[in-house]
Nanobody
Framework: QVQLVESGGGLVQAGGSLRLSCAAS????????MLWHRQAPGKQREWVAT???????IYGDSVKGRFTISKDNAKNTVYLQMNSLKPEDTGVYYC???????WGQGTQVTVSS
């Protein structure tokens, strides 16, 4: 069974940057679409970004122009570069492979004002 492990979260001031990583236990990124979601306290999970198996990317309106999703197939890792962070970006960030219904445990991002 494929496992996903997120890392890279932390506490950062508004305007700062973080890079999240999502490492897979197997070579699944070559043939699957990957997503990043996030969930703020008391709110529903929100889609953040998608990268297809061909490398095409799509972003949610709230992060467009500030976040960049990318992947390294050789390292079985997907990244989320987050710049110009805002307090409203605070939440737990999850990566997932919707086709096989697999999600990581999440990594906490906290942006202070």
């Amino acid at each position: 069974q494929v496992q996903l492990v997120e890392s890279g979260g932390g506490l950062v001031q508004a305007g700062g940057s973080l890079r999240l990583s999502c490492a897979a236990s197997g070579s699944i990124f070559r043939a699957n679409t990957m997503l990043w979601h996030r969930q703020a306290p008391g709110k529903q999970r929100e889609w953040v970004a998608t990268i297809t198996y061909t490398g095409s990317t799509i972003y949610g309106d709230s992060v467009k122009g500030r976040f960049t999703i990318s992947k390294d197939n050789a390292k079985n890792t997907v990244y989320l570069q987050m710049n110009s962070l805002k307090p409203e970006d605070t939440g737990v960030y999850y990566c997932g492979v919707p086709r096989i219904g697999t999600w990581g445990q999440g990594t906490q991002v906290t942006v202070s004002s």
